[in-house]
């Protein structure tokens, strides 16, 4: 076994940290009470955080005097994590600042696991994830296919959105639209836009409509023409959040931190460095069955429990592939996955 043992010493430290943590939380949930006690606060009223910061959130006031303005709020103890999107109940207390005092129920939770592998809530109430494809750089079906799973698994349902139309030619084309008819097939909306084009005329009609009246979160590799569509969707965005700048969307520093942005056309858009990398990370077997949708229903058919649907008799997955109602490609994706993850498994315990 690897893991290293602390010693004497970076075991108190660690104590220590943990210790002046707790008497933070506790000095921070005694100011907050005083404060209540004191009846300082003004009436509840219900809010949208914007985006969080350690112990505290930005929170927009969704109604009252203070509807539209963004307020510094932190949260009291027994209110449970926030997110990025959920909506709150806060009262406004003195200079500007709030109390977050309830949690809403969320729609949905994009989720995704920290180093340890533990799943970690990183935005709430997301419509739906757009995923970006683009002629250049060329798609590939086994990294489409890993993003489709990860939003699978949220349960947050996924378009395809395929930019920089400009770049179609006569080559490229009939593997582009072989490729978006096979996820039309199994049910995913294609949209198709220009970035590009978009320039100073703002956003296409077709991906207006696509991010009209809902919560956005674009992810894609890198490349694809993400930051570019946020740009178009966000013309008059100068702000640098969190290091994450709009126009090259990489980090100044790594933060994760995710930020709500409404749109000029209505509808929010949630971003960051991590939300764009969604669904890059270890998937377990099972996952990967779930996670395309067309393998999910003959899960548990296979003749044998622990079937690896490579070759084994009376595999219930490769007898529906035969039969064309697994397509081709999206088998050998499926497969490929399976084997990188495995082989992701075995690497990451032999060298641990
Ligand atoms: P990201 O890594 O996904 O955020 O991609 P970027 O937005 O940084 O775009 C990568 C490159 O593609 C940049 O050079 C963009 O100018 C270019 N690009 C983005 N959208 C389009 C488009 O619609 N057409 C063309 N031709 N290029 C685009
Ligand atoms: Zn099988």
Redesign the pocket.
């Known amino acids: 076994m690897a893991k290293r043992r602390l010693n004497k010493q970076q075991q108190f430290r660690i104590e220590k940290i943990q210790t002046e943590r707790e008497k933070r939380a506790a000095r921070k949930e005694r100011a907050i009470d005083e404060q209540l006690e004191a009846s300082e606060l003004g009436v509840e009223q219900t809010g949208l955080v914007i985006a969080h910061y350690g112990q505290q959130l930005d929170v927009e006031a969704l109604e009252g005097d203070r509807r539209g303005r963004v307020l510094r709020c932190y949260a009291r103890a027994n209110v449970g994590n926030l997110v990025t999107g959920d909506r709150v109940i806060w009262r406004p207390a003195a200079d500007d600042t709030g109390i977050i005092v309830a949690r809403q129920e969320r729609q949905t939770l994009l989720q995704r696991p920290d180093n340890f592998g533990q799943l970690k809530p990183v935005a709430a109430n997301i419509d739906h994830i757009i995923l970006?494809i683009?002629p250049e750089p060329e798609p590939h079906d086994s990294l489409i296919d890993r993003y489709l799973v990860a939003a699978e698994i949220t349960e947050i349902p996924a378009v395809i959105l395929l930019?920089?139309?400009?770049?179609i030619t006569p080559e490229n084309a009939p593997a582009l639209e072989k490729l978006l008819a096979r996820y039309e097939a199994i049910g995913y909306p294609v949209v198709r836009?220009?970035?590009?084009?978009a320039g100073s005329t703002g956003a296409s009609d077709e991906l207006e409509a696509l991010v009209k009246g809902r919560t956005s979160v674009f992810v894609?590799?890198?490349?694809?023409?993400?930051?570019?569509?946020i740009q178009a969707l966000l013309p008059d965005e100068t702000l640098r959040v969190g290091g994450l700048s709009l126009s090259?969307?990489k980090g100044t520093h790594t933060t994760t931190t995710a930020r709500l942005f409404h749109l000029v056309t209505g509808g929010d858009l949630i971003d960051s460095p991590g939300i764009r990398e969604f669904g890059l990370w270890h998937m377990t077997p099972r996952e990967i069955e779930e996670g395309f949708r067309e393998i999910r229903p003959l899960i548990g058919h296979c003749r044998f429990r622990n079937c690896r649907h490579q070759g084994e008799p009376g595999c219930a997955i490769e007898q529906a592939g035969a039969d064309g109602r697994i397509s081709e490609e999206r088998m050998r994706s499926f497969r490929r996955i399976l084997v990188d993850m495995a082989e992701q498994n075995s690497r990451g315990l032999s060298s641990s």
């Open positions: 970006v683009a930019n920089k139309t400009d770049l836009t220009s970035a590009l084009d894609g590799q890198s490349g694809v023409g993400k930051s570019s569509i090259t969307g």
